[in-house]
């Protein structure tokens, strides 16, 4: 039977969809539920392809009180930059959740993932970081370290941001760039364990393979989200520095791992188990502590959930029929 | 970076993509290199939503040789028809196998998948039916009940068909439908013993759940299609039945012993392993015997590869773009 499909593209995704405290709230609110609903989220479906330099990911979940339930393909494909192209694509498929008739089509080449993801950052910041943060640290200058920094700045009032990347060029390109953008003082510092010590938020969005951090870094008062590993083969923090944390804080456990920073933790036994980690919906939900006072070292671990995609493209949904943005087609 | 991607509805799919030898000889070539090539195929991801009283597919797979890849979500929302909706919908997304671009969205309601999951069945016969078929006998009476007819007088020169289905007015009307649609006699019969007493190629269609053919209705010179079964809870076939097949080819073990007939095979001992069982690639392939004589008797357990998903979204698109069908958008 024909019905209604919403149909929008990436530029128009960009004019109705930005990272702001509405989307953030809403993320947030999605997160709650993975604690206190049945939401069903089925484990990521993932396909690598060695031969191409290149992994499929698809991810998926159903969020009791959401119209719909997005599927997400999110494609890399590595070799991509030689040719002029980027490396990560993909898109979004919105479907009811009542009849499972496909409601939208987002050509978002990623663009909906970086601001979930981003948005998952502010609500990590918001629940775990100190509340008085005056200095933000980001670790690494791509498209995550753009937005983390936006994130930290809607949810605390920092006052200057530290940026360290491997390419030190970069950094200080994109502390030039930040510094117009945030209004507030962003400066490139060589050192990545300057930059920790001198800040009480930090956020890791590298691919690094090996950890860029260790315990020697921690200091009270600290909240580090470490959202750069999604993949089996990634890490940025190590196993004794998530040891040494008072607060250890997963956007879902079982995710973490298998791809998040708690993988090597377990794998080299310095993590027994996962007896006191607690998921970022609970924390929100009031059902497991968070931070519980200034001085306390907070980790969140943070892989990306089928939950922030389905709240993003239902919100999404909202923003763009408001707009009258997207093709309406009839299939 | 825009590109150009390819959207297609169903009815323009309809128009563009039909069961014929064709696609019959694609989806062939694309099972016969699960057996000779690289394939990568994932499990299926798969979501029960019991709420809903629905359950959400996904599959994939990555094809050497094929340009592309497929995505393809199908969900089951099985309330549907209480709202005059059917309960099965979906869309295929084709991907570039070289960059992971979006290349073309399929909304096809399922229709691309009801092609493939019949043209596997033509492949089933093809391989392992007897030469001389002269009854086809199907069992069930919906969608793939016709396509499956259809299927089977493309390999084989068919000079009657039988059909059962627990709805006796349906199977008769089916029967009078065909009868005009395929030109040879087509009859209902009441007891589907009968049924595959008097017939030489059998293909259950149906969604049930407690098998619908035992071991004591076999005979020389039978092969049996079993397509129903594409989930846990499904089941055609008796253990017992299986046990007593010369030759057993599934599509994929690892699917078929999660989702086929092989599931209540093995679950029930009857089968002690899967030791003996062929893929139909294999057989494709000339890498495992299919029917080594007119007298044996052979049975194919389908449950739907992403294989067939890739070879049916890369062929469309050549279909598609041979007629200048769909609408082609820069996202």
């Given at each position: 039977?024909p019905?209604?499909?919403?149909?929008?593209?990436?530029?128009?995704?960009?004019?109705?969809?930005?990272l702001?405290?509405?989307?953030?709230?809403?993320?947030?609110?999605?997160?709650?539920?993975?604690?206190?609903e049945?939401?069903v989220?089925?484990?990521?479906?993932?396909?690598?392809?060695?031969?191409?330099?290149?992994?499929?990911?698809?991810?998926?979940?159903?969020?009791?009180?959401?119209?719909?339930?997005?599927i997400?393909?999110?494609?890399?494909?590595?070799n991509?930059?030689?040719?002029?192209?980027?490396?990560?694509?993909?898109?979004?498929?919105?479907?009811?959740?009542?009849?499972?008739?496909?409601?939208?089509?987002?050509?978002?080449?990623?663009?909906?993932?970086?601001?979930?993801?981003?948005?998952?950052?502010?609500?990590?910041?918001?629940?775990?970081?100190?509340?008085?943060?005056?200095?933000?640290?980001?670790?690494?200058?791509?498209?995550?370290?753009?937005?983390?920094?936006?994130?930290?700045?809607?949810?605390?009032?920092?006052?200057?941001?530290?940026?360290?990347?491997?390419?030190?060029?970069?950094?200080?390109?994109?502390?030039?760039?930040?510094?117009?953008v945030?209004?507030?003082?962003?400066?490139?510092?060589?050192d990545?364990?300057?930059?920790v010590a001198?800040?009480?938020?930090?956020?890791?969005?590298?691919?690094?393979?090996?950890?860029?951090?260790?315990?020697?870094?921690?200091?009270?008062?600290?909240?580090?989200?470490?959202?750069?590993?999604?993949?089996?083969?990634?890490?940025?923090?190590?196993?004794d520095?998530?040891?040494?944390?008072?607060?250890?804080?997963?956007?879902?456990?079982?995710q973490?791992?298998?791809?998040?920073?708690?993988?090597?933790?377990?794998?080299t036994?310095?993590?027994?188990?996962t007896?006191?980690i607690?998921?970022?919906?609970?924390?929100?939900?009031g059902?497991?502590?968070?931070?519980?006072?200034e001085?306390?070292?907070?980790?969140?671990?943070l892989?990306?959930?089928?939950?922030?995609?389905?709240a993003?493209?239902?919100?999404?949904?909202?923003?763009?029929?408001?707009a009258?943005?997207?093709?309406?087609?009839?299939?």
């Amino acid at each position: 039977m024909p019905h209604e499909i919403k149909l929008v593209t990436e530029t128009e995704l960009r004019r109705s969809v930005h990272l702001d405290l509405e989307v953030i709230n809403y993320i947030e609110n999605a997160f709650a539920k993975l604690a206190t609903e049945k939401v069903v989220m089925p484990p990521v479906l993932s396909m690598a392809l060695p031969d191409e330099n290149a992994e499929v990911d698809v991810k998926t979940a159903y969020v009791p009180g959401l119209d719909g339930f997005a599927i997400k393909v999110s494609p890399g494909f590595f070799n991509n930059p030689s040719i002029g192209l980027p490396s990560l694509n993909g898109l979004m498929i919105l479907f009811s959740a009542k009849t499972g008739l496909v409601q939208a089509v987002f050509l978002d080449n990623g663009y909906l993932t970086d601001i979930r993801t981003a948005a998952a950052g502010a609500v990590a910041a918001r629940h775990l970081a100190p509340d008085k943060v005056t200095t933000a640290g980001i670790l690494g200058t791509g498209v995550q370290a753009r937005l983390q920094m936006i994130a930290a700045a809607k949810v605390r009032s920092v006052k200057n941001v530290l940026i360290w990347g491997r390419d030190s060029d970069k950094a200080e390109r994109l502390a030039a760039e930040m510094t117009t953008v945030l209004g507030v003082d962003v400066k490139a510092v060589a050192d990545r364990h300057e930059l920790v010590a001198r800040s009480q938020l930090v956020v890791t969005t590298t691919p690094a393979k090996k950890f860029l951090l260790d315990a020697d870094c921690l200091h009270p008062g600290l909240h580090i989200t470490a959202m750069g590993s999604d993949q089996e083969n990634k890490n940025e923090l190590s196993p004794d520095l998530l040891a040494c944390a008072d607060v250890l804080v997963c956007d879902r456990i079982s995710q973490c791992e298998k791809m998040g920073e708690l993988r090597t933790a377990l794998e080299t036994g310095r993590l027994e188990s996962t007896a006191g980690i607690r998921e970022l919906g609970e924390v929100i939900a009031g059902h497991a502590p968070g931070r519980s006072s200034e001085d306390q070292i907070t980790v969140c671990d943070l892989t990306g959930t089928g939950v922030q995609d389905t709240a993003i493209a239902t919100f999404t949904l909202g923003k763009v029929a408001k707009a009258q943005a997207g093709t309406t087609i009839t299939a």
